[in-house]
Every structure is written in structure tokens, then in C-alpha cells.
T-cell receptor, first 115, second 115 residues
Framework: AQKITQTQPGMFVQEKEAVTLDCTYD???????LFWYKQPSSGEMIFLIY??????QNATEGRYSLNFQKARKSANLVISASQLGDSAMYFC????????????FGQGTRLTINP | NAGVTQTPKFRVLKTGQSMTLLCAQD?????MYWYRQDPGMGLRLIHY???????AKGEVPDGYNVSRLKKQNFLLGLESAAPSQTSVYFC??????????????FGPGTRLTVL
């Protein structure tokens, strides 16, 4: 079984600062994928970034990067130069690579960016 | 290109009533999924489908039934609604697994309240 743990219920950051959202995972699958989604107050799920367990380099997408430490089973999201629009719920998720992409989500972290 | 659409957006039911949530995608995706999101929690997989005419149970399938008679549609049914089924329901779709990850596209969600 797969499990995602996000230990930060809420984070408060000043605008333009960098922020790290923590995510640890547990799985017995040899290959897996790790995802981060953003959920603003409007409710939609917005895909941010993906990391495959077999990828040697950390994934980056614009201001988002994923700090993947396989031995520690962690997949932290780093947002550089935070903006007011980054205020939202952030979910870490994982799935097996083969077959249907059955996502398992963590409980989320509510990020608030202060001006 | 509408992506993933869900009908209805909001619904209030009384305990014991039945209803069907409709999900439609226009991306010719093979895989479709139904998740639920309870307050303060991440999404949990209810049922999923790997192709027309197929369905399978996810993490929390009890009290729900699904059907995939057409490739573009995935229906979620509640035969006898209970207050514990009050939640936001998200539909998602993705293409067949490839050499890289396949982004899962989410619908806007349906907010269901069972009194």
C-alpha cells in the first residue's frame, strides 16, 4: 500500500521568500511517481510538478522544484520567490508507474503568502 | 476543447435518495477516475476505469456504483445517499501509460450535501 504524509497543516510566508512544503511517502512499488497539486480557494486541482522514482535529477517547472531524496523517501516542493497568488492548499500525491494512475494523496498543507 | 466536465456542480440530497454524477472528457483518454474530498483532507479514489466497459474499485468504493458505457463518459451513482457521503467529488482522466508520466486532468468538482 502507498502512503503520503504531509506534516505541515499550515505555512505562513512573506511575499518573495522561498518556501518548502514537506512530503514523505511510503510504498513497496519498485517504480512510482510523485506529484504536487495546487488547490486554490476556487476548488480546482492544478497539476504543478512530477518526479519519477527513476529520475536522476530533481524536477523543475518554472518557480517550482521538487527536492527528491529517495533514500529518505521525501519529495518536498520548493517554491521560489513566492507570490500572493501562491496562497492555496498544496497536495502531495503518488501513484505506481504501471497501469492505472491511481493517485494517493496526502492531507495537504495550506500555504498563506503575506504581503 | 472543454477537457473534463462534471454535472451537476452542486446538489443537495435527503438521506436515502439516489442520484448520478456525470463526468465527460473530450481528450479521448482511456483512463477515468472518481475521487472524493472530505473537508480538510486530500482526495481519495472511489472507482476507476481503464477503458470502455470496464470498472474497478478504488480505496473507498462502498456505497457507490459506476458505469463506463461510452469511452468519453464515466458515471458515479449513489443508490441510497447517506450523510457520510457529503463531500466534493472530482472526476479525472488520463491517457494510456507511456514512457513518461501521464498527467491526470481533473474536472471542476461536484459539491454534494446529504441531509
Amino acid at each position: 500500500a502507498q502512503k503520503i504524509t504531509q506534516t505541515q497543516p499550515g505555512m505562513f510566508v512573506q511575499e518573495k521568500e522561498a518556501v518548502t512544503l514537506d512530503c514523505t511517502y511510503d510504498t513497496s512499488d519498485p517504480s512510482y511517481g510523485l506529484f504536487w497539486y495546487k488547490q486554490p480557494s476556487s476548488g480546482e486541482m492544478i497539476f504543478l510538478i512530477y518526479q519519477g522514482s527513476y529520475d536522476q535529477q530533481n524536477a523543475t517547472e518554472g518557480r517550482y522544484s521538487l527536492n527528491f531524496q529517495k533514500a529518505r523517501k521525501s519529495a518536498n516542493l520548493v517554491i521560489s520567490a513566492s507570490q500572493l497568488g501562491d496562497s492555496a492548499m498544496y497536495f502531495c500525491a503518488m501513484s505506481a508507474v504501471q497501469g492505472a494512475q491511481k493517485l494517493v494523496f496526502g492531507q495537504g498543507t495550506r500555504l498563506t503568502i503575506n504581503p | 476543447n472543454a477537457g473534463v466536465t462534471q454535472t451537476p456542480k452542486f446538489r443537495v440530497l435527503k438521506t436515502g435518495q439516489s442520484m448520478t454524477l456525470l463526468c465527460a472528457q473530450d481528450m479521448n483518454h482511456e483512463y477515468m477516475y472518481w475521487y472524493r474530498q472530505d473537508p480538510g483532507m486530500g482526495l481519495r479514489l472511489i472507482h476507476y476505469s481503464v477503458g470502455e466497459g470496464t470498472t474497478a474499485k478504488g480505496e473507498v468504493p462502498d456505497g457507490y456504483n459506476v458505469s463506463r458505457l461510452k469511452k468519453q463518459n464515466f458515471l458515479l451513482g449513489l443508490e441510497s445517499a447517506a450523510p457520510s457521503q457529503t463531500s466534493v467529488y472530482f472526476c479525472a482522466s488520463s491517457s494510456m501509460p507511456g514512457p513518461d508520466y501521464n498527467e491526470q486532468f481533473f474536472g471542476p468538482g461536484t459539491r454534494l450535501t446529504v441531509l
